[in-house]
C-alpha cells in the first residue's frame, strides 16, 4: 500500500505561482509512474503531468510552459510547480501513484487551488 498527502494548495490571483507537493509513504517502491490530476467543479478529472521512474515527464497541453512537474525520490515527494496562474487552473488537485499491477492505484486526498483575476 502506497499513502499519498498533498500539500501547497491555496488561493492566489491571476499570475501568481504555487508550488504543489505530494509525500509518499509505505511501499513506495512499488511506484512506477506518479501523476497529478486537478477537477474543476462540473467537469471531469483531467490530467496535468506526468513522471515516470526514469525520469520522463509528460505536461497535457493547458500547462505546458507554466506548470513543471518533480520528484525528489530521496524525499519521496512529487512537486508541482505551477506558474502564470489563470482562473481556469482552478481545481482540487490529486497526486496519483500507479504501481506494476493491477490495483496498484492510488490517490491522494485533494488540495484546493483557487486563482482569482
Known amino acids: 500500500q502506497v499513502q499519498l498527502v498533498e500539500s501547497g494548495g491555496g488561493k492566489v490571483h491571476s499570475g501568481g505561482s504555487l508550488k504543489l507537493s505530494c509525500a509518499a509513504s509505505g511501499t513506495i517502491s512499488s511506484i512506477r509512474m506518479m501523476a497529478w490530476y486537478r477537477q474543476a467543479p462540473g467537469k471531469q478529472r483531467e490530467l496535468v503531468a506526468s513522471?515516470?521512474?526514469?525520469?520522463?515527464?509528460y505536461h497535457a497541453a493547458p500547462v505546458k510552459g507554466r506548470f513543471s512537474i518533480s520528484r525528489d525520490n530521496a524525499k519521496s515527494t512529487l512537486y508541482l510547480q505551477m506558474n502564470n496562474l489563470v482562473p481556469e487552473d482552478t481545481a482540487v488537485y490529486y497526486c496519483?501513484?500507479?504501481?506494476?499491477?493491477?490495483?496498484?492505484?492510488?490517490w491522494g486526498q485533494g488540495t484546493q487551488v483557487t486563482v482569482s483575476s
Open positions: 513522471i515516470r521512474t526514469d525520469g520522463r515527464s
Open positions: 496519483n501513484a500507479l504501481g506494476d499491477y493491477v490495483g496498484d492505484d492510488w
